[in-house]
């Protein structure tokens, strides 16, 4: 009995552990922490320069590196390609930009606005996709009735029916075996809505991390391989239908490389990644007639990496900003809290145990913590029992959780 | 094996609140022992470790030589105990329950529990959560009795009972009582009906033990006088005068000292008095006697 | 005589089980007949899509169930007991103490067992008879933490009530509290699917909660 009690009582202990480092620095983060929104940076065509908006107590300024700061309508001025409705409202639209006529319908086309954010790649999928008919002989896309996946074969299966489709799906598997394509598939990268210009398909990792580019057309397969650079593994591929046809979507590396996969001969081109962890970071990408323009937004950075139209790297701009961290609040909560623990990530989609240890600075409060309880028990009784030692070992490594634990449900014997 | 249970300088507090201290007494083989005290002098305590419901906070309580807080299995099956206020699952009925608690004991003794119910007005379907406290109360003895267990710990075991209902729960104890190796403890605070049932007693009050002796021993030693006097003043507890009330002029002294001891302790105080008398009493006035009134 | 227990224990608990299978029963029907009728009076693609890329779930009704159930036999089992310490009795009995408490929590955890499957199977089953494979796996992994917040329920009712002091029982509440929100969080098909094993191992050791309290209870520790 003994035995099972004392078992018992670790058990509990360790769960109020694990509880007070959950609700603690939350309720300390929920009473103290302050919000720090990230600037949005643009390059301005105009001036060539790098110009940012940023939140500054409840109120938005627009600086440049300089720190010289710009009214809405000059900001608005300075980034005509991007705020066009503006200036078009009020006849400020500029007639040429180093020399290029402007040409609104030309200027839409080029403008693009992609993010990709960690929580959409980190995340749980089924593994079952609709291939929507990409010539479907009318303005409008439409659902197919069926979606697919992809195991030891293709199967197409009916959603009314949940029954699959034998001889679509044999179409396709005899598609795919022929392009060399090694079953299960990995990953399924695409757009299953309705509501873009056309449709370009999966492009999906096969077992051998081989990228194959699959497409309804007619009801019948089209299945391309396509060959990666040396060396590249796939982690996500944004894939975005637009008009301007130039890339089908952005490609994320599992070495964070980024690439653009192109229309023409299905050619990967190199996007500027220095810094860029896929995991903890927001990619903005922004393009326009005459630049790319992306962004790496992490807790307190943003990296913005400015290229020409052939991708040509021309400026890059770091801002960085102080967090809680660097003030006193997040200081004290470092010395406090040894750990925290959360459930939930901001980077991803799972459930997961995740820890979060503080700096060095702890092992001062834990000292602190233990010296209390050593005088405590010094109190009871002159010598140490055996479980009182482990209560004081349990307090030197998790400081003020275990110092509460251990007092709360103290030891009977 | 002399002693069934052994308690040997017990001492216990609640808290700061000292319950007992250097608590010892011995129960032998076959005796019938009582608990005796008003409530609030420890009884609920000391019963507690007995059943091994609290480990004291020092000192010895070993029933059949084993520390009556962790007691083996096969020891546990010898101990029978009767919970203040005859609690018992009540969600079951008597068949129910007969049938439960026989698959513990090897020598349970069906027969002996079914005399007694057949005494009780009850349905065989009937919970005992119907049954009034009395009938409850027969279950419970009932279970006990046919457990035939060699130590039988009764706590209060007249509580919520009417009269009929204590004498025939008493009638069956002492049938059993008389068997061979049965020991039994019993705690109560009407007195009355132990009077020729009990061998042994402690009693208890609230600085501790007040007595510790056999029952015969007591009844024989501890005498209660009467007389007059108007020198109300001078009674006092000492050495000779355990107790004394006092009506008007009439004064009653309880003391374990004889007719003459007191006499002469009375008129060295300087007392006059007139009218004394032995009073002979029972137990209850014995109970009554030695712990007061209040 | 473990026999014998068992029999105690289900008489005090027979009747909530049954209350307990038909409430299931209930959801059940619920659940299925309204996924038949969103299936009839919506398009089946926009269903399946909204189930793939807009986690919608159709079962999410029952995400609480197994924890309320799994409180309701736990206090069906253990209020009787601790009402009037008629715990005593059984711990009274010629058995081994830890042994008899071990028992008492396995039983209970038997018959919610039995519960949890009846409820996880018929949902599954229907579901495989609507939708493919793989979001019938979706649906599987995300029943289990709430299958598993059930027998936490159970484990921290027991505890409670068992443990004679109320500071103690509150600390508990407060632990059990939190415990079991980690396994109900609001999350998308799959979130848990990292850590379902560390989950059900921590659901196993919890099976000891309630020893403690136990302890104390026959220690008569306040």
């Known amino acids: 009995m003994i035995f099972s009690a004392k078992l018992s009582r670790y058990l509990i202990v360790l769960s109020i552990i694990l509880v007070a480092s959950v609700i603690f620095p939350e309720f300390y983060s929920m009473t103290f922490s302050h919000s720090f929104s990230s600037p949005h940076v643009y390059y301005s065509p105009v001036k060539k320069i790098f110009v940012k908006t940023v939140s500054y107590k409840r109120e938005i300024k627009r600086l440049d590196s300089k720190g010289n700061e710009y009214t809405r309508e000059e900001f608005e001025r300075l980034t005509p390609l991007f705020s066009y409705r503006q200036l078009l409202y009020r006849n400020e639209m500029p007639d040429s930009i180093d020399g290029i006529p402007i040409d609104i319908s030309l200027m839409r086309l080029n403008n693009i606005f992609i993010t990709i954010k960690p929580t959409d790649v980190y995340r749980y999928t089924i593994p079952l996709n609709p291939l929507i008919e990409s010539e479907p002989g009318r303005p409008d896309l439409q659902m197919p009735d069926d979606f697919f996946r992809i195991t030891d074969k293709i199967e197409f299966i009916q959603c009314y029916s949940n029954k699959v489709k034998v001889k679509l799906s044999k179409l396709f598997n005899d598609a795919l075996v022929n392009c060399g394509f090694n079953f299960p598939a990995k990953k399924f990268f695409g757009n299953p809505s309705t509501r873009k210009p056309f449709d370009e398909g999966f492009f999906i990792v096969d077992n051998n991390n081989n990228l194959f580019h699959m497409k309804r057309v007619k009801n019948k397969p089209y299945v391309k391989k396509v060959i990666l650079p040396e060396g590249i593994k796939i982690e996500f591929i944004k894939v975005m239908e637009m008009n301007l046809k130039e890339f089908y979507g952005i490609v994320i590396t599992e070495d964070n490389r980024l690439f653009l996969l192109m229309y023409d001969g299905y050619k990967f081109v190199e996007l500027p990644s220095k810094g860029f962890d896929r995991k903890k970071m927001k990619l903005v990408f922004m393009g326009n007639q005459f630049y790319r323009i992306i962004s790496f937004f992490a807790k307190n950075s943003v990296a913005t990496f400015v290229t020409d139209r052939n991708y040509k790297l021309i400026a890059e701009n770091m801002e960085k900003w102080k967090t809680d961290e660097d003030f006193a609040v997040g200081k004290i909560a470092d010395f406090i809290f040894p750990f925290k623990l959360e459930f939930t990530d901001v980077y991803n989609k799972y459930v997961n145990f995740n820890f979060t240890f503080s700096n060095s600075s702890f092992w001062i409060i834990n000292l602190l913590f233990l010296f209390l309880l050593l005088s405590y028990f010094k109190r009871k009784r002159k010598n140490f029992t055996v479980s009182q030692s482990v209560d004081l070992i349990i307090v030197l490594l998790t400081g003020f959780y275990g110092f509460i634990a251990v007092l709360l449900i103290k030891d009977d014997d | ?294 | 005589m473990y026999r014998a227990l068992a029999y105690k224990e289900w008489l005090k608990i027979r009747w909530f089980t049954v209350g307990a299978v038909g409430i299931e029963i209930l959801a059940l029907l619920y659940i299925f007949t309204n996924l038949r009728a969103i299936l009839e009076f919506n398009n089946v693609i926009a269903v399946w899509s909204s189930i793939v890329y807009k986690n919608y779930m159709f079962f999410n009704s029952v995400k609480y169930l197994p924890l309320a159930i799994g409180i309701t036999i736990s206090v069906a089992q253990y209020l009787p007991e601790v009402i009037d310490k008629k715990l005593k009795l059984t711990l009274h009995l010629p058995l081994e103490e830890s042994r008899v408490l071990l028992f008492l929590n396995l039983f209970g955890t038997m018959i919610l067992s039995v519960l949890n499957l009846l409820l996880v199977a018929v949902l599954i089953i229907g579901t495989s008879m609507v939708f493919p494979a793989e979001i019938v796996w979706a649906e599987f992994i995300t029943l289990i933490p709430w299958v598993l917040a059930g027998y936490l329920g159970y484990f921290f009712t027991s505890s409670i009530l068992i443990e004679p002091s109320w500071q103690r029982k509150t600390v508990m509440a407060i632990v059990g509290f939190f415990m079991i929100n980690i396994y109900l969080v609001d999350a998308i098909y799959g979130a848990y699917i990292g850590i379902i094993i560390p989950l059900l191992i921590i659901t196993l050791l919890y099976n000891y909660l309630h020893m403690l309290p136990g302890f104390r209870f026959k220690r008569g520790l306040k």
């Open chain 2, 1 to 294: 094996m002399e002693n069934v249970v052994e308690v040997k300088n017990l001492t216990h507090y609640y808290g700061n609140k000292k319950v007992h201290e250097n608590l010892n007494f011995n129960i032998k083989n076959g005796s019938i022992f009582g608990l005796l005290g008003k409530n609030g002098t420890g009884k609920t305590t000391t019963i507690n470790i007995l059943n091994g419901f609290l480990k004291p906070t020092s000192g010895k309580c070993l029933i059949f030589g084993e520390d009556s807080y962790r007691i083996s299995p096969k020891t546990k099956a010898r101990i029978g105990f009767l919970i203040e206020g005859h609690i018992q699952y009540s969600f079951m009925n008597i068949i129910q329950i007969e049938k439960y608690y026989s698959k513990f004991y090897s020598n349970w003794k069906r027969d002996i529990y079914y005399e007694l119910m057949s005494k009780l007005k009850v349905q065989e379907n009937q919970k005992l959560s119907k049954m009034s406290c009395g009938q409850r109360s027969q279950v419970a003895l009932g279970l006990l009795l046919a457990q035939d267990p060699d130590l039988l710990i009764l706590d209060d075991y007249s509580m919520g009972l009417d009269a009929g209902y204590r004498r025939l729960f008493l009638d069956f104890l002492k049938e059993y009582g008389k068997g061979e190796n049965k020991t039994i403890f019993i705690t109560s605070h009407i007195i009355q009906d132990l009077d020729g049932f009990l061998d042994d007693c402690v009693i208890l009050d609230y600085n501790g033990v007040v007595l510790q002796m056999p029952i015969e021993e007591f009844k024989t030693k501890f005498k209660m006088y009467r007389f007059n006097s108007d020198q109300q003043e001078l009674i006092s507890k000492d050495k000779v005068i355990n107790n004394f009330e006092i009506i008007k002029n009439k004064i009653t002294v309880y003391s374990f000292e004889d007719a003459d001891k007191v006499q002469k302790h009375l008129r060295d105080k300087g007392m006059v008095f007139n009218n004394f008398q032995n009073i002979p009493m029972d137990l209850e006035d014995a109970f009554i006697g030695i712990t007061g009134k209040y």
